[in-house]
């Protein structure tokens, strides 16, 4: 059995607000292993995401705990969960949260930059990664000069430039026609193949879950296995 990279353990969530209580899901258990592929899909407002903020460590459950390569992700300060991310972890989201005012280059640069890497080092691996993403025509080039699916692709070579060991997706092709969704899924699947990264990604699409290695579903609380 490979590596666990990622465990959630009893994992639960509830907000209040007030006297208004409301459980998202309790008890969840989940392990991603080294390389593997994982989709997460249930209905809006099940906790797809909330779950996925949970094992991030963007967020806090209100029960149970999460191990980053074997070590307990809450009880680190903020600082230090912050920099475990940026060296163990990559993100895609739904809408591309590219940085504006800076190119496709400077935007894949950014994690290396926070890192501590210099610029002139961090570069070549930003370059690299555009390359592999069909993109070294537009290293110049900001977000509001590029397609929606180019600011998708940049997305993901900006999660895999710190080589990380587990990329977290939440909803990455929500946002793209049918055809720029499934050639941005598969460019991610390649990717993580290629570079031996294991995956996490929430969807409502059972044919882009269907390509992972696995799916789970979020269903009243509880996660199940989704059968195809």
Do not use: W
Request: charged share 25%; with cysteine.
């Amino acid at each position: 059995m490979s590596e666990i990279i990622l465990e959630g353990s009893r994992l639960g969530k509830t907000y209040q607000e007030g006297d208004m209580v409301t459980p998202v899901f309790s008890g969840i258990d989940i392990q991603v292993h080294a390389g593997e592929s994982i989709a997460i899909l249930g209905a809006s407002g099940s906790g797809k995401s909330t779950l996925l903020h949970l094992l991030a460590g963007l967020d806090r459950p209100t029960e149970g705990e999460v191990r980053l390569m074997g070590d307990d992700f809450y009880r680190h300060t903020e600082a230090d969960k912050g920099r475990l991310r940026n060296r163990h972890l990559g993100f895609i989201y739904q809408f591309h949260h590219l940085l504006p005012e800076f190119t496709a280059l400077e935007n894949v640069m950014m994690p290396l930059l926070i890192n501590g890497m210099s610029p002139t080092k961090a570069i070549l691996p930003a370059q690299d990664l555009l390359e592999q993403v069909g993109l070294s025509h537009r290293l110049v080039h900001k977000p509001g000069e590029l397609s929606g699916g180019e600011r998708q692709r940049v997305a993901v070579a900006r999660a895999l430039v710190n080589r990380p060991a587990c990329v977290l997706a939440d909803e990455p092709t929500g946002n793209l026609d049918e055809k720029t969704a499934e050639d941005v899924f598969n460019l991610l699947l390649d990717l993580k193949q290629h570079h031996q990264t294991a995956l996490i990604i929430v969807t409502h699409d059972q044919r882009l879950a269907d390509k992972c290695g696995r799916s789970l579903e979020l269903f009243l609380g509880q996660i199940r296995i989704r059968q195809s």
